[in-house]
């Protein structure tokens, strides 16, 4: 198992704007996981990208992989205060288990 | 479906007590995971099971804590004696191939 690293680890944004996280990781994948925790709750997966593919999208999402860089990345368009949580990447390896990092934190103000 | 079903939700007790967190997965997911939630440490995996068979306990802090995984349907995971430090939100997560994973509300537990 690996554990992604999200870059930054604070981010604050305007409602409106878009929100950029970033996660670096160390070794092949098999996909890379994005997961979204509210305060107190568990996770929630948003959105898992195959090794084989470069960017996917799913409504204000979208995330982008370079396995030569070993990095994804996460953006939120246009902003709601209702996406004001943590993001957390989690790439994963056929076999082993998801290890998630400290997160981005993401607030929102309206 | 029900999702990922954990029980108790919130459990206060007292150092030295023996504390049972069960998780109930998703039917037909064939993997489970437990992992506990810190403010300082972040979100760890403590162990995990595959067709209920514990394949990666080194997670695990201690000898004080077991899990079990009797069935397809139901995990424990226990801590005796419990420790103020043990103090956390404890989460369980199910997966079924290689798709996404599916998390539990959490039980929230305060060790005095």
């Known amino acids: 198992s690996q554990q992604g690293e999200e870059d930054p680890q604070a981010l604050s944004i305007q409602e409106g704007e878009n929100a950029t996280m970033n996660c670096s990781y160390k070794?092949?994948?098999?996909?890379l996981q994005w997961y979204r925790q509210n305060s107190g709750r568990g996770l929630v997966h948003l959105i898992l990208?195959?090794?084989?593919?470069r960017e996917k999208h799913s409504g204000r999402l979208r995330v982008t992989l370079d396995t030569s860089k070993k990095s994804s990345s996460l953006l939120i368009t246009a902003s709601r205060a209702a996406d004001t949580a943590s993001y957390f990447c989690?790439?994963?390896?056929?076999?082993?288990?998801?290890?998630f990092g400290k997160g981005t934190t993401l607030s929102v103000s309206s | 479906d029900a999702g990922v079903i954990q029980s108790p939700r919130h459990e206060v007790t007292e150092m030295g007590q023996e504390v049972t967190l069960r998780c109930k997965p998703i039917?037909?997911?064939?993997?489970l995971f437990w992992y506990r939630q810190t403010m300082m440490r972040g979100l760890e995996l403590l162990i995990y099971f595959n067709n209920n068979v514990p394949i990666d306990d080194s997670g695990m802090p201690e000898d004080r804590f077991s899990a079990k995984m009797p069935n397809a349907s139901f995990s424990t995971l226990k801590i005796q004696p419990s420790e103020p430090r043990d103090s956390a939100v404890y989460f369980c997560?199910?997966?079924?191939?290689?798709?996404?994973?599916?998390f539990g509300p959490g039980t929230r537990l305060t060790v005095l």
């Open positions: 990208i195959r090794s084989n593919e």
């Open positions: 989690a790439p994963y390896q056929a076999g082993t288990a998801l290890i």
């Open positions: 039917s037909g997911h064939n993997s």
């Open positions: 070794t092949s994948i098999n996909n």
């Open positions: 997560a199910s997966i079924s191939g290689h798709l996404r994973q599916f």
